[in-house]
């Protein structure tokens, strides 16, 4: 990769009084780090986007404040929640012989086969993996390929990634599970409400008991009879 070469200018303006300088396409921010005395920067906003686009959060940009200059790595960004657009950025100034930890991006790639042919859904679940290794040895990212998952609750794990790992140590669980092939969810069906008012649907068992007459005792046939017969004496 080539260099990544980023202007900055010490920067005087604090607090919320920054707002000026976004406001001419400056971008605050703040270089600290192991041994560092943190010095607070502003950068031209579209430099710092090209410069964010090739390195993300991973590569090394040399930042140059006057005459010196300082390998960072670009971390904690703040964007805008309405726009999107970065309003504060850290600079890790970092020591290229020293180990850092960093978080490398997962890129998933390929496509399934359980899921090309519907029997399962491709699910992520992890976006990024916590690494340690020396600056310039970070991983940009890792690729990880789908298209070996060709049955449901097949998964890959951090275990099963390519990593140099005479150069790169991984923090993340190596047991986690990066993306896995989940079964098709069940549609839910749902019950609509009753309308005010409406009754209830009857049972055939209901219905029917509804039509036939209750059912007479024995005792009761009795002392009608006997009722008749006692009233139509003379």
Do not use: W
């Not at 703040?30 to 390195?55: E, I, P």
């Not at 959060?57 to 200059?69: A, F, H, N, P, R």
């Not at 097949?154 to 990634?161: G, M, N, R, T």
């Not at 609509?192 to 046939?221: C, F, I, L, N, Y």
């Amino acid at each position: 990769m080539d260099k990544i070469i980023l202007k900055a200018n010490e920067r005087k303006i604090l607090g919320r009084k920054v707002k000026t300088l976004r406001k001419v396409g400056l971008l605050p921010g703040v270089v600290y780090g192991k041994g560092v005395k943190s010095a607070s920067v502003c950068v031209a906003l579209k430099a710092f986007q090209d410069a964010y686009k090739k390195a993300g959060e991973t590569g090394i940009v040399e930042l140059m404040i006057g005459s010196s200059k300082k390998p960072v790595l670009i971390h904690n960004i703040q964007l805008n929640p309405v726009s999107g657009e970065p309003i504060h950025a850290d600079f890790l100034q970092v020591n290229l012989k020293e180990q850092v930890n960093a978080t490398v991006p997962v890129e998933i790639s390929g496509e399934s086969p359980a899921e090309k042919s519907g029997l399962g859904t491709i699910v992520a679940q992890l976006n990024e993996i916590e690494v340690r290794a020396l600056p310039l040895d970070l991983p940009e990212k890792f690729v990880v390929d789908v298209s070996k998952l060709i049955e449901v609750d097949q998964a890959i794990f951090v275990k099963d990634l390519d990593v140099d790992k005479l150069k790169v140590e991984i923090k993340t669980d190596l047991e986690s599970i990066i993306v896995k092939v989940e079964p098709p969810q069940k549609e839910e069906v749902i019950e609509q409400p009753k309308a005010e008012g409406e009754a209830a649907p009857q049972t055939e068992g209901e219905v029917k008991a509804e039509e036939t007459p209750e059912a007479k005792t024995e005792g009761d046939v009795q002392e009608n009879l006997s009722t008749k017969d006692a009233s139509g004496k003379k």
